[in-house]
C-alpha cells in the first residue's frame, strides 16, 4: 500500500514553454500532498503544499505564479513550471500524507530545460 | 524555524563496516522518519519513531530517537554495497503535514 506515482519520470522543454507534472496517490486518499525540489547529492526543498480543494501554500521564496499547483482530487495533484528557464532544471518530487505521521513519495521528475 | 543537521554530510566505507549517521535539532519532534533515497528515485520510508527513548531494528539497521525527542541516529551493522544511498531524517510536528528534512548523508559501502 501507499503508492505515489508521478509522471512524467523525465521531461525536457524548451525555455519559454510550460510543462506539467502530475502526482498521484494509487491506493489512498491524499488530502494533502506535498511538492519538493532536489538538487544534486542535496536534501529535498520544500516548494508548496497542495490541499485537495483549496489553494496550495507556498514557502518563501516560491513563485507561485510560476509553479502552478492545482490538487482537483484526493488522488491527484499536479505542478506546472510556466515559462520554464534552464535554471528550473531540477528534480521535482511529489508526497502524500499518509496517516499520522508519514509521507510517501513519488518516484521523482527529472526536468531538463534547455 | 525547525532545522535538523545530520552528519556526516559523506561517508565512504568499505563493505563490512559499521557506520552511526546523526541528526540533531535543537527543536523538539514529536516524530521522526528516515528515508533511503537511490540516485533518479524518491525516497523510501525505512521507519518511524515517535517516543522518546525508542529503538527500532529493521535487520542490520537500528533507529533510536533522543529521549528528549531533539535528535535520532541511524547505526547500520557490517555495511552492505545496497546499503549505498541518500540517507534523510526528517521531523514531524505530529501529523503528516510539513515534515522538516534533514541535510542528508550520502553514503557510499565500497566492495
Known amino acids: 500500500g501507499a503508492v505515489v506515482s508521478q509522471h512524467p519520470s523525465w521531461v525536457i522543454c524548451k525555455s519559454g514553454t510550460s510543462v506539467k507534472i502530475e502526482c498521484r496517490s494509487l491506493?489512498?486518499?491524499?488530502?494533502?500532498m506535498f511538492w519538493y525540489r532536489q538538487f544534486p547529492k542535496q536534501s529535498l526543498m520544500l516548494m508548496a503544499t497542495?490541499?485537495?480543494?483549496?489553494?496550495?501554500?507556498?514557502e518563501q521564496g516560491v513563485e507561485k505564479d510560476k509553479f502552478l499547483i492545482n490538487h482537483a482530487s484526493l488522488t491527484l495533484s499536479t505542478l506546472t513550471v510556466t515559462s520554464a528557464h534552464p535554471e528550473d532544471s531540477s528534480f521535482y518530487i511529489c508526497?502524500?500524507?499518509?496517516?499520522?505521521?508519514?509521507?510517501?513519495f513519488g518516484p521523482g521528475t527529472r526536468l531538463t530545460v534547455t | 524555524t525547525q532545522l535538523l543537521e545530520q552528519s556526516p554530510q559523506f561517508l565512504s566505507i568499505q563493505e563490512g563496516e559499521n557506520l552511526t549517521v546523526y541528526c540533531n535539532s535543537s527543536?523538539?519532534?514529536?516524530?521522526l522518519q528516515w528515508y533511503r533515497q537511490e540516485p533518479g528515485e524518491g525516497p523510501v520510508l525505512l521507519v518511524t519513531?515517535?517516543?522518546?527513548?525508542e529503538v527500532k531494528k529493521l535487520k542490520r539497521l537500528t533507529f533510536q530517537f533522543g529521549d528528549a525527542r531533539k535528535d535520532s541516529s541511524l547505526h547500520i551493522t557490517a555495511a552492505q554495497t545496497g546499503d549505498t544511498g541518500l540517507y534523510l531524517c526528517?521531523?514531524?510536528?505530529?501529523?503528516?503535514?510539513?515534515?522538516?528534512f534533514g541535510s542528508g548523508t550520502q553514503l557510499t559501502v565500497l566492495p
Open positions: 527543536s523538539v519532534f514529536s516524530s
Open positions: 497542495s490541499n485537495e480543494g483549496s489553494k496550495a501554500t507556498y
Open positions: 491506493d489512498f486518499q491524499a488530502t494533502t
Open positions: 508526497s502524500a500524507a499518509g496517516t499520522d505521521y508519514e509521507q510517501y
Open positions: 519513531v515517535v517516543t522518546g527513548g
Open positions: 526528517a521531523g514531524g510536528p505530529g501529523s503528516a503535514r510539513q515534515l522538516t
